[in-house]
Each structure stands twice: as structure tokens, then as C-alpha cells.
């Protein structure tokens, strides 16, 4: 099991940039991927981005060469490096872990950009 906590959250203007963390309770060492999916009004979760346990990435097609995820085992948190964000970056963006048979989310943290 593992707890997961986002952070980095907040208000930000057409252009400007954001990092988000994710905080784990347990090590993040082993788990097979973590990633970021975001939820906008009236609108299903999605995938946002991904790092699997090797440190292969993926990304939504909306978000490449914008956003970048990483991870950092010795602090257990994984983080989402936005950049150049726009009005449709706009929604509450989660943490999840998948530690094979299970998913976890965090409970989320909202980003707004406007101006």
C-alpha cells in the first residue's frame, strides 16, 4: 500500500510555469509506474504523463515538449515540470502509482491558468 500526497498546485498566468510533487509514504523504488492525470470540469481523468520503474516516460500528445516528469527515489516523490501552460492546462491533477495488481491516487491538486 502507499500513500500519496501532490503539492505545487496554485494560480499561474498564460505562459508561466509550475512544478507539482508527489510525495509517497512508502519507496518508490520498486513500484512499476507512477504518473500524473488531471481532471477539468465536465471533462473525464486522463493521463497527463508516466515513468515506469526503468525511467521510460510518456506523455499525452497535448502536453509534449511542455511538461516534463521525473522522479527522485531517494526522496520518494515524483514531480511534473509544466511549462509554457495554457487556459486548458486548467483542472485538478492527481498522483498515481501503480504497484502491480493495484492503483493509488492522491488526492489531488488544483491548477489554474488564467490571466
Known amino acids: 500500500q502507499v500513500q500519496l500526497v501532490e503539492s505545487g498546485g496554485g494560480l499561474v498566468q498564460p505562459g508561466g510555469s509550475l512544478r507539482l510533487s508527489c510525495a509517497a509514504s512508502r519507496s518508490i523504488f520498486s513500484i512499476n509506474a507512477m504518473g500524473w492525470y488531471r481532471q477539468a470540469p465536465g471533462k473525464e481523468r486522463e493521463r497527463v504523463a508516466i515513468?515506469?520503474?526503468?525511467?521510460?516516460?510518456n506523455y499525452a500528445d497535448s502536453v509534449k515538449g511542455r511538461f516534463t516528469i521525473s522522479r527522485d527515489n531517494a526522496k520518494n516523490t515524483v514531480y511534473l515540470q509544466m511549462n509554457s501552460l495554457k487556459s486548458d492546462d486548467t483542472a485538478v491533477y492527481y498522483c498515481n502509482a501503480f504497484l502491480h495488481p493495484y492503483d493509488y491516487w492522491g488526492r489531488g491538486t488544483q491548477v489554474t491558468v488564467s490571466s
Open positions: 515513468i515506469a520503474v526503468g525511467g521510460n516516460t
